[in-house]
């Protein structure tokens, strides 16, 4: 199993530039997530779906959309790329939990991609 | 490889000697706990988990406190070993946040002198 799989590893974009960020998980899992990770400031949820064509906002999503339209797949796009972007970003999955208030579960995480806007 | 946290706390122990890293927590209405370690330039990896009706939960060579009187959470690890060395992450979710994810901490960075 490759579990979660993201691509680019490394992307170099200019101020205003789009892009996408590929997330793919042959897991079946019901949940996917993004998370960005900047120094000192740990993992902050950028979006969230909880199946397809489900998706919900996180604590960060201005500047980002999602997309589910496939179980395997959460692609991350940036709209008009911003200095403040500049991150590494995470994708993970997960088996949703029942019993839980909230359902989350323990997340595989991806090898993260890592984003520079100039 | 590439670094998660610049100003991260950091605690330096021997090898050989018990790790304990703590996390704080702010929603007292969490009831999912989960601890992460994140090697430098890799996603984190899942390595202990534990619900709010258990207070203390072993896996190999590691344990998980959980003080719900406090909103505190603790990882414990035995007998420190060089590949321990990582970030390391405590994550909550559950309450009334409305919102059906894991809310990470800051990390703290572990390093195990040999």
């Known amino acids: 199993n490759a579990g979660v799989t993201q691509t680019p590893k490394f992307q170099v974009l200019k101020t205003g530039q789009s892009m996408t960020l590929q997330c793919a998980q042959d897991?079946?899992?019901?949940?996917m997530s993004w998370y960005r990770q900047d120094p000192g400031m740990g993992l902050r949820l950028i979006h969230y779906?909880?199946?397809?064509?489900?998706?919900d906002q996180g604590e960060v999503p201005n500047g980002y959309n999602v997309s589910r339209s496939t179980t395997e797949d959460f692609p991350l796009r940036l709209l008009s790329a911003a200095p403040s972007q500049t991150s590494v970003y995470f994708c993970?999955?997960?088996?949703?939990?029942?019993?839980?208030?909230?359902?989350?579960?323990?997340?595989?995480f991806g090898a993260g991609s890592r984003l520079t806007v100039l | 490889g590439e670094s998660v946290g610049l100003h991260l706390p950091t605690l330096s122990v021997q090898e050989g000697d018990n790790s304990i890293i703590n996390c704080a927590y702010s929603?007292?209405?969490?009831?999912?706990f989960i601890w992460y370690k994140q090697e430098s330039g890799k996603g984190p990896q899942f390595i202990i988990d534990?619900?709010?009706?258990?207070d203390k939960r072993q896996g190999q060579r590691v344990t998980v406190l959980l003080n719900k009187t406090v909103k505190h959470l603790s990882l414990q690890i035995a007998a420190t070993q060089p590949g321990d060395s990582a970030v390391y992450f405590c994550?909550?979710?559950?309450?009334?946040?409305?919102?059906?994810?894991?809310?990470f901490g800051s990390g703290t960075r572990l390093q195990v002198q040999p």
């Open positions: 993970a999955s997960s088996y949703w939990m029942p019993g839980l208030s909230s359902g989350a579960n323990v997340l595989t």
């Open positions: 897991m079946n899992h019901e949940y």
């Open positions: 779906s909880v199946g397809a064509g489900i998706t």
């Open positions: 929603n007292s209405a969490s009831d999912y």
């Open positions: 534990i619900r709010s009706n258990m």
């Open positions: 994550a909550e979710s559950g309450g009334d946040t409305g919102r059906r994810a894991l809310t």
